[in-house]
């Protein structure tokens, strides 16, 4: 799939592709694990490009030869950085800082293995993230069942203070509902600037994107609500079987 033509405001992005998928109880990495005859990854790549994106990066690590042999001929003008170490979501993106060290535009930030968002919904996160004051804007969804994904904690105005791990989340904090949907989209300057700063003081001893949120909530940060099957993730062969059955639905 060609290149598109880069712009002032053309989005690049950043593909997080460097997990193990133990529970897929595979060895096959976890975003080559195909959904609809292509792997998960492929559906990620395809709507970003979809939505604009003019350059796309993806963070190998598990598996990275495997990867980039599949992916390499689909999309012949990926950038592969390796993650050797897993880290956290945080790292994952400070590994890929070297590969857009030139742009000053935004960036999505996407996970190999959420398959089903849509290019308008990646779209309307840039014009988000655009609209920022601080140049940051992320997707959330409320699940049925939150018990696992990071919250979403909002001031007494409905702005958004920080994200939560739910392993580091107090009982007040877990009892809320609206959910981190690891989808965004930050100016890479916000990147540059503030990802060598974060820590790694939480339950996990990771280095969390999520991070990112608390220290630029003062200048603003926007949210995009999403429905919660289109940021559906795998990390089980039953996810990925019920995302086949939601993208045959979709394409009925």
Do not use: W
Not at 57 to 69: D, L, N, P, S
Not at 199 to 207: L, T
Not at 211 to 233: I, N, S, Y
Request: proline letters at 6%; charged letters at 20%; hydrophobic letters at 45%.
């Amino acid at each position: 799939m060609p290149q598109q033509p880069v712009t002032a405001v053309s989005p690049i992005a950043v593909v997080l592709a460097a997990g193990k998928g133990t529970r897929m109880r595979s060895d096959l990495p976890k975003v080559l694990h195909p959904l609809a005859g292509e792997p998960l990854a492929v559906h990620v790549l395809r709507s970003a490009r979809a939505a604009g994106v003019a350059r796309l990066v993806v963070v190998v690590g598990h598996g990275a030869e495997q990867v980039e042999a599949a992916l390499g001929p689909v999309f012949t003008d990926l950038r592969f950085v390796v993650q050797a170490e897993q880290l956290g979501t945080g790292h994952a993106v400070q590994c890929a800082l070297p590969a857009i060290a030139d742009h000053e535009g935004p960036v999505l930030i996407l996970s190999g293995d959420v398959p089903l968002l849509r290019p308008a919904t990646l779209a309307g996160l840039v014009e988000a993230c655009a609209a920022s004051g601080a140049g940051l804007a992320l997707a959330t969804f409320t699940p049925e069942d939150p018990h696992g994904y990071g919250r979403i904690v909002r001031d007494d105005r409905g702005r958004i203070h920080a994200v939560v791990e739910e392993r580091d989340a107090d009982a007040a904090t877990r009892a809320l509902r609206e959910c981190n949907a690891g989808v965004y989209c930050a100016r890479a300057e916000l990147l540059r600037s503030e990802l060598p700063g974060l820590g790694q003081a939480n339950a996990q001893g990771e280095i969390y994107l999520t991070d990112l949120v608390a220290r630029a909530a003062e200048r603003g940060v926007l949210t995009v609500e999403v429905p919660a099957d289109e940021v559906a993730g795998v990390n089980t062969p039953e996810q990925l079987a019920a995302l086949a059955e939601i993208l045959a639905a979709r394409t009925a």
